[in-house]
Each structure stands twice: as structure tokens, then as C-alpha cells.
């Protein structure tokens, strides 16, 4: 139930990112293509016609000479980011970096934060159903979530649980948690009730990334076609300025 669960949101995910990654992919390719071929036949008709290029015109240039200079190295570049990605993402200090930074990301990142606190509460709520106590659960929770500010702070919560500690408190210690799920661990504790409050706690977080996961799609798709039109107007206005001149 855990994995196939998992499984959804990854689709989830991937249907919302697919839209906004293919404009982006394509808003990429059609600057590549702009500032390579199309600038530079402009460039060529202005200098034979001696035409004094505009502000904007001259920084557009400027532009397509760095790409045309650079290109090469920006494609390896890129290339060498990806891999390095693929490469480090096991390593435990790209894990902590890399996830405090996904974390940080306007938009993105509370929702990234959701979706992995939605696994954690599945989780133990299959795991309290199945009647394993809140601690026990915690500790194989931990070598399910592989998520590094998720991951530590249940080991640290685990620690301090052991210690003595109440569990809200020690939720309560760690950002990445809302008040939400703190307060309902209180009454949870107070009304020895910890499986139907993971129960409830799923049910609204489920729904909670759902909907977030419908606006974001909705909030990015129209907001990158505006930013593909844009840079594209801005290449074109550039180069016909000089010729309203």
C-alpha cells in the first residue's frame, strides 16, 4: 500500500512538471536558435548599412557573440551539472545541501516539503493500524523516507523520544513540521488515539498535495509561455529597432 501510494505521487509529480519542463526545454532551444542564426544575419545587414545600433539592439549582440563564443563550453557545462547530479545524489553532504536548498525554492519547495511529510504520515498510519508502536514505526520510517531533512530530523526526534521526551515536543523542535501536525500529536497523546490521528492527518495532507500539485501546473504553464514570449519579443523589438530608425 506504502509503494503503490509512492508510486501515484511520483505520477502525480511528473504530469504536473511534464508541461512547464517541455516550455522550458523549448523556450531554450528556440534563444539557442535566435541569438546563433537569426541575430547574427541581422548583425551582418547593420554593419553593411552602417545603421548606429540602439541600447537594447547592442546588448542583444553582445549575447549572441558570448554564444557564439562560449556555446560549446555552456553545453558542457550543463551536461557536466546533470551527471554531476546523477553522480553525487547518493552522497550524504549533496543529500543535506541539495534538499535544504529544495526546500528553499519558492513555490516548489512547500510543496516538495508536503509531499514527502504525506509519506511520512501514510507510513505510520499503516504502521499504527498494524498496531506497531509510535517509536518502532519511526525508526523503520527513517530508512523509508529518503529525504535528508526529513530523515534527520526523525532520527533526532527518535533520540529524544527515547530520552524521555513527549512526542509533540519533540516534533515541535524541528521547522519542517507544521503546527497542524503537532497539535494533533498533543491530542493524539492526550486521547491515546495515534492511529486515527495519522489517519486524519493523511487525509488531509493527501488532499493538501493534490491540490497544490493542480495550482502550481496551473500557476507555471501560463507564467513560462509569458516568459517565452517575452524573451522572444524582447530579440525581435531589438533587431527592428535599427530599422524604425
Not at 556555446?71 to 547518493?90: D, E, H, N, Q, Y
Not at 518502532?136 to 530508512?143: E, Q
Amino acid at each position: 500500500e506504502y509503494y503503490t501510494r509512492r508510486n501515484e505521487q511520483k505520477r502525480q509529480i511528473v504530469s504536473s512538471l511534464t508541461y512547464p519542463l517541455i516550455v522550458l526545454f523549448t523556450a531554450f532551444l528556440v534563444v539557442f536558435f535566435m541569438l546563433k542564426y537569426v541575430v547574427p544575419m541581422f548583425e551582418d545587414i547593420f554593419k553593411q548599412n552602417q545603421v548606429e545600433l540602439p541600447f537594447l539592439t547592442k546588448v542583444i549582440v553582445k549575447f549572441s557573440h558570448l554564444l557564439e563564443q562560449n556555446g560549446l563550453i555552456f553545453i558542457i557545462s550543463m551536461l557536466a551539472v546533470i551527471f554531476g547530479i546523477r553522480f553525487f545524489r547518493k552522497k550524504l553532504w549533496f543529500r543535506k545541501y541539495g534538499g535544504e536548498l529544495l526546500l528553499n525554492f519558492p513555490v516548489v519547495g512547500n510543496y516538495i516539503r508536503k509531499v514527502y511529510l504525506t509519506r511520512f504520515i501514510h507510513t505510520m498510519m499503516l504502521l499504527t493500524n498494524s498496531k506497531i508502536p509510535v517509536i518502532n514505526g519511526l525508526s523503520m520510517v527513517i530508512k523509508m523516507v529518503d529525504f535528508y531533512p526529513l530523515q534527520n530530523s526523525l532520527k533526532e526526534i527518535e533520540e529524544e523520544i527515547l530520552k524521555g521526551e513527549r512526542m509533540s515536543t519533540s516534533f515541535s523542535k524541528h521547522k519542517i513540521f507544521d503546527k497542524k501536525i503537532i497539535a494533533l500529536l498533543k491530542v493524539a497523546e492526550e486521547t491515546n488515539q495515534t492511529e486515527f490521528i495519522f489517519q486524519r492527518l493523511y487525509d488531509q495532507y493527501s488532499k493538501e498535495v493534490e491540490y497544490q500539485s493542480k495550482a502550481i501546473t496551473n500557476f507555471l504553464n501560463p507564467l513560462l509561455t509569458l516568459m517565452v514570449g517575452f524573451i522572444v519579443g524582447i530579440i525581435l523589438i531589438a533587431m527592428y529597432l535599427p530599422m524604425f530608425k
